[in-house]
Structures are given as C-alpha cells and as structure tokens.
C-alpha cells in the first residue's frame, strides 16, 4: 500500500504489542522535545511538513484493510496534533475516513487541539493515549520546549473522559534523575485515576547521541547519571539502554503504585514485560471495542 503501512518497529524483539497499522499524516514534529527519538530516522525531524496525500487512494487503502480488523495507529513518529494541523486539518480529514469504515483507531498525542474532533471521536472506535512525561510545569518547559503544557494536557484528559472515549497515560520516557521522582509519579497517577484514567504505560529514556545532547543543553549534570547508569555496550536496536536493574527498580514500583490505585499497567520496550498488569498492550489496543464480523 502506498500510505498506510503495517507497524514494524524495525523488527525489534522487544516490541510485544499486537499486529496493527500505522499512518503519519506529517513528517516531522514541532514540539521538538529534547528526548525525541526521531531525528535519528527521520531528516530534520523537529521541521514538520506536510505530506502530499491522495485522499481517494488513502480511502481505498483504509476499505481494504476494514476486512481484516486490525487497528490503524495515527503518528507513531510524530503527533497528528501539532500546529500543523490547524491550518491544513489533514487528520481530521483521516478521521472522517477511519470512522466511515469502523477502522478501530489508536491516536497518542500531547495536544488538547484533539478536544476539537471530540465530535468524531466520540462516534468512532478508539483509544486515546496522551503523553504526560511530568506534571512539573518547569522541567516540561524545558524538556519539551514547543509542546502544550502539562496542565493543557490533564485538561484535555478530562474532557475525555467526560465523552466517554477511554483515556491511557503515557509517562514516557522517564528520564533518570530528571522525572523518576516516585512521590511525584504517586501523586500524578493518583490523579489520572480521579479523572477517570483507565490505564498507564511508563518507559525508561533510551538514549541516542542526538537526544542526549539535546538534554545535555538544559541538564548538564545528566552526564553523571548517564556515566552512572548507561552503558553504551547495552546496545539494542541502536539504542542505549539503561542498566537493567534501575529499570526493573522503578517500572515496579510504578508498576504497584498503579496498581494498587486500580489502575492497568504496562511498560514498553523496556524488556519486563512480566511487569505487565494485562497483556503486552502498550498501544491502548486493549481498550478497543472487540470487532464483531
């Protein structure tokens, strides 16, 4: 197919979520957050533009893929909610599309510009995963320079909720020193559940030389945890990873502080998937309607 594509993360065998399809309506993101793993793929990254779709041939695409069930996943490489699309309005236009052939849709963004298409989302079958790294206004400011703010975030998760539309947190990635305080991820995940969260997916920062310098540029000091917990023979996938037992450390106790708030779990890619409450289910996908042929 010439647009939409079946997920494969570079066949990484750490990637335990179900079989689905995915679909970037931009290249490029402008929140440009300092952790991004994308500009390591994808050409100035953090310079979004629009790509060229033919709507009739995206249509058919999205016909022929109905047959099967599967998910379709809107931006796994950068947001379908960015600036861009107040102006050109293309995932909305997608959404229309999904909804028309009861495409089961998996949407992970940080922007509240979502709460616009509340409309065509609360009449289609989906799950909604909004990323939300820390809680504190100030680190966010400056870990994600262009992204709306945290407290923009909290409220689109509460208008969310409020039509009905299931709702998992992503507090992704987690960044050593910087955001794995566990008070403040206590009392975050104690209020994604008044709000009426579902579920939550945390990550340990996989590190990327272009990411670690731009996160160098607002926490110099990281180069000592860095020393301390990287090791750049931990390698998988072009990735460093961290050392295995800070990540089984801290997944675990997210693991049981969202538990016991009554709340599912998972994590991602991390390599404890063990740690997961219910299946390996990353991607919100086991928040879908079931599709009954």
Not at 272 to 284: A, K, Q, T, V
């Amino acid at each position: 197919m010439r647009y939409i594509k079946e997920f494969d993360p570079w066949k990484n065998e750490l990637c335990k979520c179900p079989p689905k399809y995915t679909f970037n309506p931009y290249t490029g993101c402008r929140f440009s957050c300092r952790y991004c793993y994308i500009t390591s793929y994808i050409k100035d990254g953090f310079r979004p533009r629009v790509k060229e779709i033919d709507f009739y041939t995206f249509e058919k695409e999205v016909s022929k893929i109905s047959k099967d069930g599967r998910p379709l996943a809107l931006s796994l490489s950068t947001d379908a909610y960015q600036p861009l699309e107040s102006k050109y309005m293309y995932t909305r236009r997608i959404l229309k599309i999904l909804g028309k052939y009861d495409i089961p849709t998996l949407i992970t963004t940080k922007s509240s510009q979502i709460l616009r298409d509340l409309d065509l989302l609360e009449n289609m079958n989906v799950a909604i995963s909004i990323t939300i790294t820390t809680l504190n206004e100030d680190i966010a400011s400056k870990l994600e320079p262009y992204a709306p703010r945290p407290s923009a975030r909290v409220y689109t998760l509460e208008k969310l909720v409020s039509r009905g539309i299931p709702v998992t947190v992503r507090i992704d990635p987690i960044i050593p020193s910087i955001t794995d305080d566990l008070r403040s991820i206590t009392d975050a995940i104690k209020l994604y559940r008044d709000i009426g969260v579902r579920h939550i997916v945390a990550s340990i920062y996989k590190v990327k030389p272009d990411n670690l310098r731009r996160i160098l540029e607002v926490y110099p000091d990281f180069i000592t945890t860095y020393r301390r917990i990287y090791n750049p023979s931990r390698r998988i996938k072009g990735y460093i990873y961290p050392d295995p037992n800070y990540t089984f450390r801290i997944l675990s106790q997210i693991r049981d502080i969202t538990m016991k708030n009554g709340l599912t779990f998972n994590t991602c890619r991390d390599g404890f998937e063990f740690l997961d409450s219910i299946g390996c289910y990353c991607d919100s996908s086991h928040m879908l309607k079931p599709i009954i042929k």
